[in-house]
């Protein structure tokens, strides 16, 4: 079928997921499109460009991150609606989750461009089915905002959610927020925070708010955080 095809067809988007962390983790589909398609569209030509020399793959690199994706979502679909292939990767993960990718997606339907997923890694699935907590619902958030105060009235308005609440955060403010956490939704509340999912140093806490507070207290905070926060009546 065309979607399962190792070979990339004119006119189309491809959005591609790569490693988090773990290189083995890039799926033998994807190390083929991302070697076929005339042109990849990337969050960091340097990041991309690294990974591409480690499989041994040579393309041509387009910038598309925050700062030029609404220009450049338009000029790459142009370029997809006369003929071209283009893959669409971010840094790490999955495109268009917290990471560019979405403007141009909606470019391409827009103009009713075909758009093909290449699944693979994620670090939002990848901790949802290590950590424990319930995951027949969930509401997925993305990075939470910098001030305090925004963020202690997240979890305020959330505090009686029925699903698994799951966000990405900095290591600049993951202490912080699971003390707030501690503060609004209490010590009890179970949490799960990840960090470098599939890498060397990969690092799971899960428990009680106030215990897994204490444990990062005592840990290195380098890294990119998952964090996820269970439902009020949820027990391990």
């Keep these: 079928m ?7 067809r004119p006119g189309h988007l491809y959005v591609v997921a790569t490693p988090i962390g773990n290189l083995a983790d890039l799926t033998a589909r994807a190390r083929a499109i991302l070697g076929s398609v005339d042109l990849i569209a990337c969050e960091d030509t340097r990041t991309t460009g690294a990974l591409l020399t480690r499989i041994g793959v040579r393309k041509g690199l387009v910038a598309y991150h925050e700062h030029n994706e609404t220009e450049a979502a338009e000029r790459l679909a142009a370029e997809i609606a006369a003929g071209k292939s283009i893959a669409v990767v971010s840094d790490a993960g999955t495109p268009a989750l ?3 990718g979405f403007r141009l997606v909606r470019a391409c339907r827009r103009r009713g461009l075909p758009v093909v997923p290449v699944p693979g890694p994620s670090a939002l699935t990848a901790v949802l089915s290590a950590s424990g907590l319930p995951t027949n619902g969930f509401l997925y958030v993305g990075f939470l905002p910098p001030k305090s105060a925004a963020r202690i009235a997240f979890f305020t308005r959330y505090q009686d959610f029925d699903y698994t609440l799951a966000l990405y955060e900095s290591c600049h403010r993951i202490d912080k927020a699971v003390a707030e956490i501690v503060a609004t939704l209490g ?3 179970v949490l799960c925070v990840a960090k470098e999912v599939t890498k060397l140093y990969e690092t799971f806490w899960v428990g009680a708010a106030v215990d897994v ?7 290195s905070l380098k890294g990119e955080f998952v964090l996820l926060i269970a439902p009020k009546d949820f027990e391990l």
Excluded: F, H
């Excluded at 065309?2 to 990339?8: F, M």
């Excluded at 507070?213 to 840990?219: D, F, I, K, V």
């Design 2 to 8: 065309e979607n399962n095809s190792l070979t990339p």
């Design 98 to 100: 917290s990471d560019p």
């Design 187 to 189: 010590a009890n509340r």
């Design 213 to 219: 507070r204490s444990r990062l207290a005592q840990a």
